[in-house]
């Protein structure tokens, strides 16, 4: 079981809702994939789509933006552009034939560590499947 | 002139030749292969040619195997050596060490970007190689079968082909001969299924004693087959400069070279030397109210758009012509086919004799503009004053 | 039926004659539109103010050697012109510079916008080809047979956007038999009719949209899901993409000439990207080997990121390619694809926000709630 | 580089050597030639783990300082004023979670372990490129600019002016005292006539700390509490748009409501029937002392139809029951013999003195009927037919006058002022309160309170009340003398490479950022600004640039993540 392969997965977390909730979800010890690594953020307005590009081309095999539910946005309005953000940089991935899986994007509430530990699990284990990302071992980038 | 005691200044006496019974290409790779296989090297910068495409670009190689598609000599200069090397060696420090095999301009380019400290070359063992020009750009890319076996004749035959890059055929410093500022050097040229390999610096010496090649092999067929054949493009490339120069000569000569251009920029994008981030003649620097050009308009009768072409190339010039390597990657990267390479080469020569100065020759040279002596270009002043001051330095 | 003039003149001569007259009874300052450089061919953008200098004027000539919307755009980019100009522009040019004015990038104000049906231009680095004045005739004809003219470029081919949107004056040429004996301007504006009365035409009303004009659409729709197919095969993803792009030089010469690419330095350009030589044993690790210089993908998919729900497909980036990479195609692909998602015309309103600078809050509503 | 890192791993008792070997994440980094120094300590934020690594950063002379410990949320802060004491910099500081987010979520001790360690490398790699960030302490403003002159304005307007605190009252009609300026008689004690109001608005007009703008709107709000700037635009007409820019440190929302418009729905029969009379014509009636129908007649049956607009805007507006009751008193002691039916949904009397007040109308004879819809309002003949449905059976009456009453509607400038101040709606349209229970009187904006009826139907003694509140709030922090320290991780702009497309503008939900047409770039107004990012992320130059979250310094997590 050792060699098993366990993905690189980056999230882009917002400081008031989905950072919140992932602490809640260690604060219930909840049990979260360890190849998880989260990245703080004030907004999920600040997720820039390059970062999660930029991610993807490094050779990360999945990325999870994560912010407020809409409406709930510490910032009011932020995460709105996040979203369009997000569906910007989905389409291409898909008009352009790269994997889309291994882009998301969820909203995770202050108090849902539930959901955010569902999600996380749920999406470890669909990047599991997916196996590993092609951009790690590419040369011609 | 004392360029000509600088042509020959760095004059190696021997060298290793090496068996190269199954091809040029082949002998050449070994070289690099065995460097990294005895970890004289980390890494190996190589043109390589990109699996299930026509396209060449650069690779900077650890894993043995791809070699297999590593190209020493590709028909096509994709992306200006020099740049490739600073791509990623101008930030930060280099913790490996590298093996790069150029075309003598892109070591020369290299040289250039390491005194303006946009490449680090502590790690960096350049190696030039003979080079027999390559083909252009887009002829490449609109028939590439075609361009590959014609270029694999000329490159086997040494011709000075019309169908090479108008830059590779003016090109008389396409060997070691004016001591390219290489650690080591590949001559292709004299020998026949051999290949001579020849160390220019102390750290090309060391290079070849950690590979074991001891110099002791003669230059001489080389030497000369490569003098004939640089005699022969110096004629060439001096009918060149003599035809532009007239041309240039002409009232609005230049500017009608130029006025095609299209400001894409390509020319400065693809240029070795210019490593600005931001071209000054990007910049809103150089922005004016609609009133403005209106008025410059009037003047004239029209104005043309985009603005500022002249002043892009000859801005442009001013910054980097005296750094000219003459490689012609401007003018492959051109769309519309402005012989911009031509022009910066043929004003790059001249400034370059004035200031006696030849880029990417000799790593401790200063770059003319960062250099000054109190007594030069007297004559740009008055005589009488221009003596006074001499007389004045010399108490 | 559309307001219209018939002009009983050969429409190259008669647009000539048209501009000229409006500069010589001083109705305008200046007229902006092409320019014969010189006699091998050259043609540029030029905002001529005297009519002698007029006489090098070709208006509709076949070749766009600057995307005229990105010209205009500098002209105007610190402020409106005071005086009034007039502006030949392709259909894509124009949508250029309204997004461009958009973005704040330039000025519409003050301009009489002149745009043809167009039937494409002519591929760059045909200019100054020693077969250019044929070719050229050669257009001509297709364009009156609204036929695609087989020396028009790739992205005008399967141009389907070819009919000016927001002109004050749209130039009928595209399916006029008898193009070089009289054509048709059509006033979309009170603008356009105040002008048009400089033109010695008479007054008729026509449809823009002839039934030979809804044809070449139908050719150019087929043969845009043609090149669109063709590009980017499906399924193969990143490696598809990779050798599409193999042979990029990294001039970046696209986001040069593109009119959308309005930044003056590309964030892509600027030291943010460099390649930081402290990671290259890891990658090297990782890897075995790495094309240098890198970040080529990166700066293809992350200018789409930027700009193609913008994207005018005007083609200039595939015209100065130096490398023959279909750049507008896969550009005006993944383009009209996101135009579809956010439901925008890029280039059709002005008061109309870019995407990026607007949201709704009861769009997408499923992303994220997975 | 002359960087010298410190690292300590704080053990947090036994939370977290339970989960990671913290003697391997040591060694680990003490490997890194970065690091200068790595301690680990069994408890930093208790007073001795902070006395500890005060003196450890000094004695170490460290530039920059990483904590790996618990959640930011926990302790950064904490941290940061112990690098402040110890010398450094507080923005050259950075905290890992290695609790919460490693020790506490992943069960095994060696995935957690090294997960562990790439975090707090990440967090090395990141501080190195910290900007020491300086917090600027802004003089708070104290002045108050209440937005409304109805008796809610009033109130809050009263209780805050003062010697050291202005109020700025805009009103935007002509004339203070809102809805409750046309109350006849004000509940409970009929006695009053318009009195109090009439008294406040003198209190206001002769209170020297108190501006008092009538005709006037609001047409520009942004800032953050204790510094707001606000334009205030005269809607007169021989000064039509005359503007004044002032100052504040909060602003009150006491916006009121509007009456649901009768004509909406025919079943009222309002407009085409000149016997039926809306609740605030009665008043008038009442006011003029002069019940009488159209014909100069007294009025022999009167119905008093309760919840009109209730079914269309689906809530109760609380206090029409209550004025229903008053109009029955004062037409049964004014016109002893008339008869009066009063139609209602359902009763509501919260207070107190509600109940009896109701009672005493059944010994007057007032009659009550309940209903369940209101089928039409017609006339017949000189009477109106007043026909409705309780359950399923339908039934009808006729009398000489209907009083209706409206329910209670968010005033016309709410929504435009809610876009304005981007403040949240409910979903009938009134303001939003942070939390309608915990914090009733707040609005996500810092500084920015409502009070009275633009939070939904209230009568006045609850709007009086919830003026008293927000005053309550505005005075406990706008004290003079304090200082602010506006948010210091806020967006900054690169002028060279801004290309003054505006983009940012149009994503920056707090007006933080403008365009400076002579330089043609956006600037940020770092008062303003959150440091939320958002900007950035638009920005297709990469000319904005967020503080201590800039482009680089993630992306080193990144890089360090992916190792």
């Known amino acids: 079981m050792n060699d098993k392969y366990t993905p690189n997965i980056i999230g882009f977390l917002c400081n008031w809702c989905s950072y919140t909730g992932a602490d809640l979800a260690g604060t219930s010890r909840m049990k979260i994939p360890p190849s998880l690594k989260t990245i703080r953020v004030m907004c999920s307005g600040r997720i820039d789509p390059l970062f999660v590009l930029k991610a993807f081309i490094k050779g990360a095999d999945g990325v999870m933006m994560m912010g407020c539910h809409p409406g709930d946005c510490h910032y009011q309005k932020g995460n709105y552009n996040t979203r369009r953000r997000f569906v910007m940089l989905n389409s291409i991935f898909d008009i352009l034939g790269l994997e889309k899986k291994r882009i998301g994007l969820w909203w995770v509430s202050a108090s849902e560590a539930t959901r955010f530990a569902q999600v996380t699990n749920e999406y470890n284990k669909e990047m599991e499947k997916l196996g590993p990302n092609p951009t790690a071992k590419e040369i011609f980038l | 002139m004392n360029n000509n005691q600088k042509e020959t200044k760095s004059n190696p006496k021997k060298g290793k030749t090496l068996p190269a019974e199954k091809s040029i290409k082949d002998a050449v790779l070994n070289i690099f292969k065995k460097a990294l296989a005895d970890n004289i090297v980390d890494a190996v910068l190589i043109p390589a040619k990109v699996p299930d495409t026509d396209a060449y670009s650069w690779i900077l190689l650890q894993d043995e195997s791809l070699f297999d598609i590593a190209d020493p000599l590709p028909p096509v200069m994709n992306v200006q050596g020099g740049r490739a090397l600073s791509s990623f060696s101008k930030n930060g420090e280099l913790d490996l060490k590298i093996a790069a095999l150029m075309r003598p301009c892109e070591v020369r380019a290299a040289v250039e970007l390491l005194k303006l400290h946009q490449v680090d070359l502590d790690n960096v063992t350049l190696v030039s190689i003979d080079c027999p020009g390559a083909m252009p750009l887009r002829d490449y890319m609109n028939d590439p079968k075609k361009i590959n076996d014609s270029f694999k004749k000329i490159s086997e035959q040494w011709e000075i082909s019309e169908s090479l890059r108008p830059a590779c055929q003016n090109c008389h410093r396409f060997s070691l001969m004016d001591g390219t500022g290489s650690d080591l050097h590949i001559g292709l040229l004299g020998e026949n299924k051999k290949v001579t390999l020849i160390s220019n610096s102390s750290t090309g010496r060391d290079v070849m004693d950690k590979l074991g090649f001891e110099p002791k092999d003669s230059l001489d067929k080389w030497k000369a087959t490569k003098e004939k054949l640089v005699k022969e493009k110096s004629k060439k490339r001096e009918s060149f400069l003599k035809e532009w120069q007239e041309k240039i000569k002409k009232t609005d000569g230049f500017f009608n070279e130029l006025n095609k251009c299209i400001n894409c920029h390509n020319c400065m994008n693809a240029c070795p030397i210019c490593y600005c981030q931001q071209c000054y003649f990007d910049s809103q620097t150089i922005n004016f109210k609609p009133e403005t050009y209106l008025q410059k308009s009037k003047e004239k009768g029209a104005l043309r758009f985009p603005l500022n072409t002249l002043l892009f190339h000859v801005g442009r010039m001013s910054h980097m012509v005296l750094s000219c390597v003459a490689c012609g990657a401007c003018e492959d990267a051109c769309p519309v086919s402005v012989p911009v390479g031509r022009l910066f080469s043929m004003v790059g020569d001249q400034t370059q004799k004035e200031f006696d100065y030849i880029p990417g020759l000799n790593r401790e040279d200063a770059l003319p503009l960062q250099d000054f002596k109190k007594d030069e270009f007297c004559e740009v002043e008055t005589p009488n004053e221009c003596e006074e001051k001499v007389t004045e330095e010399a108490k | ?370 | 580089m002359n960087k010298k890192i410190g690292v300590y791993v704080c053990e947090c008792g036994p939370n977290i050597p339970e989960r990671i070997d913290i003697d391997k994440v040591i060694e680990e980094l003490s490997s890194m030639d970065e690091v200068k120094t790595v301690k680990k300590h069994s408890l930093l934020c208790s007073n001795d783990g902070k006395k500890f690594l005060k003196e450890d950063i000094e004695k170490e002379e460290l530039s920059h300082v990483v904590v790996a410990a618990c959640s930011p949320k926990d302790h950064e802060n904490t941290f940061m004023k112990v690098c402040e004491e110890a010398g450094v910099n507080p923005y050259l500081f950075q905290l890992v979670n290695i609790r919460e987010q490693c020790a506490w979520m992943i069960p095994d001790k060696d995935e957690a372990t090294s997960k562990a360690i790439k975090y707090i490398k990440a967090g090395i790699q990141r501080v190195m490129f910290h900007d020491a960030l300086k917090k600027k302490e802004l003089e708070i403003n104290v002045d108050v600019l209440v937005i409304g002159g109805g008796i809610s304005g009033i109130e809050a307007s009263l209780s805050l002016a003062g010697p050291n605190r202005k109020v700025y009252l805009v009103e935007k009609t002509d004339a203070l005292g809102g809805m409750a300026g046309k109350l006849s008689r004000i509940l409970p004690h009929q006695g009053t006539e318009m009195g109090i109001v009439k008294e406040k608005i003198e209190q206001v007009k002769n209170n020297e700390h108190i501006k008092v703008y009538t005709s006037s709107e609001v047409k520009e709000v942004r800032g953050f509490l204790g510094n707001f700037e606000a334009v205030i635009k005269s809607t007169q007409e021989n000064e039509e748009g005359t503007e004044e820019e002032i100052k504040t440190g909060a602003v009150v929302l006491a916006t009121g409501f509007d009456l649901f418009d009768l004509k909406e729905n025919p079943v009222y029969g309002y407009s085409e029937n000149e016997n039926v009379v809306s609740a605030l014509e009665f008043e008038d009636m009442i006011h003029s002392e002069k019940i009488e129908l159209k014909n100069g007649k007294k009025p022999k049956s009167v119905a008093l139809i309760h919840c009109a607009g209730r079914k269309e805007k689906g809530y109760c507006s609380k206090v029409c029951c209550m004025y229903n009751l008053k109009f029955a008193h004062y037409l049964k002691d004014n016109l002893p013999d008339v008869e009066v039916k009063e139609l209602y949904m359902d009763l509501c009397l919260p207070h107190k003195q509600d109940q009896s007040y109701f009672d005493k109308l059944k010994d007057k004879g007032v009659e009550f009927i309940r209903m369940d819809e209101l089928v039409k309002t017609k006339k017949s003949g000189d009477k109106i037919e007043v026909e409705y449905r309780n359950n399923d059976k339908k039934d009808k009456f006729s009398v000489d006058m209907v009083v209706t009453s409206p329910a209670m509607v968010p005033s016309k400038g709410t929504s435009h002022l809610a876009e304005l101040m981007n403040l949240p709606l409910d979903e009938s349209g009134f303001f939003k309160e942070l939390h309608e229970m915990l914090n009733p009187v707040a609005t996500p904006m810092e500084g920015v309170y409502i009070t009275g009826c633009a939070l939904g139907p209230r009568n006045i003694p609850e709007s009086i009340t919830q003026s008293h509140a927000t005053s309550g709030k505005i005075l406990s922090s706008l004290i003079p003398g304090r200082k602010v320290k506006p948010e210091v991780k806020v967006s900054e702009i690169k002028e060279d490479l801004c290309t003054g497309c505006q983009t940012c503008l149009s994503v920056c939900f707090y007006g933080a950022i403008s365009y400076d047409a002579f330089k043609g770039v956006s600037v940020v107004n770092e008062a303003i600004c959150r440091g939320c990012g958002s900007c950035v992320g638009s920005c297709p130059s990469g000319a904005i640039r967020s503080k201590h979250f800039t482009y680089y310094q993630l992306y080193l997590e990144v890089l360090e993540a992916l190792r």
């Open chain 3, 1 to 370: 039926m559309a307001k219209a003039i018939k002009i009983s003149k050969n429409v190259q001569e008669g647009l000539f004659d048209f501009l000229k007259s409006l500069l010589e009874k001083e109705k305008i300052s200046g007229v902006f539109t092409l320019k014969k450089m010189d006699d091998n061919g050259a043609v540029s953008y030029s905002l001529i103010t005297s009519p002698d200098e007029f006489k090098n004027a070709v208006p509709l000539y076949p070749f766009m050697p600057v995307n005229a919307g990105k010209a205009l755009s500098s002209f105007t980019l610190l402020g409106k012109t005071e005086e009034p100009i007039v502006a030949v522009l392709r259909p894509c040019e124009l949508r250029a510079f309204v997004e461009l004015v958009k973005r704040a990038q330039g000025d519409i104000e003050n301009f009489l916008i002149i745009s043809p049906t167009c039937g494409g231009v002519l591929s760059l680095n045909l200019m100054g080809d020693k077969n250019q004045d044929k070719m050229v005739s050669q257009y001509w004809i297709s364009v009156k047979n609204a036929e695609i003219s087989p020396d028009t470029r790739e992205t005008c081919q399967f141009c389907e956007n070819f009919l000016p949107l927001n002109a004050d004056i749209t130039v009928g040429t595209l399916g006029n038999k008898n193009l070089d004996k009289e054509f048709t301007l059509f006033l979309n504006s009170p603008k356009g009719e105040e002008f048009a009365k400089e033109a010695s035409g008479s007054s008729v009303s026509e449809e823009i949209e002839t039934k030979e004009i809804n044809e070449l659409k139908k050719k150019r729709e087929e043969l845009r899901e043609k090149y669109f197919k063709e590009t980017g095969k499906e399924g193969e993803g990143l490696k598809s993409l990779i050798n599409t792009f193999a042979s990029c030089l990294g001039c970046h010469g696209c986001s040069h000439v593109c009119p959308i690419c309005y930044c003056t330095l590309c964030e892509f350009d600027s030291k943010t990207h460099e390649y930081q030589a402290a990671s290259l044993s890891s990658d090297l690790k990782k890897k075995g080997g790495l094309k240098v210089p890198t970040g080529n993908l990166l700066f293809h998919i992350g200018r789409m990121t930027h700009m193609a729900v913008s994207c005018v497909s005007c083609g200039m980036c595939s015209d100065v390619c130096p490398v023959n990479i279909p750049v507008a195609t896969v550009f005006s692909k993944v383009g009209s694809s996101l135009q579809e998602e956010f439901k925008y015309f890029p280039g059709k309103d002005i008061e109309e926000p870019a995407p990026q600078g607007t949201y709704k809050e009861d769009e997408f509503m499923k992303i994220g709630e997975q």
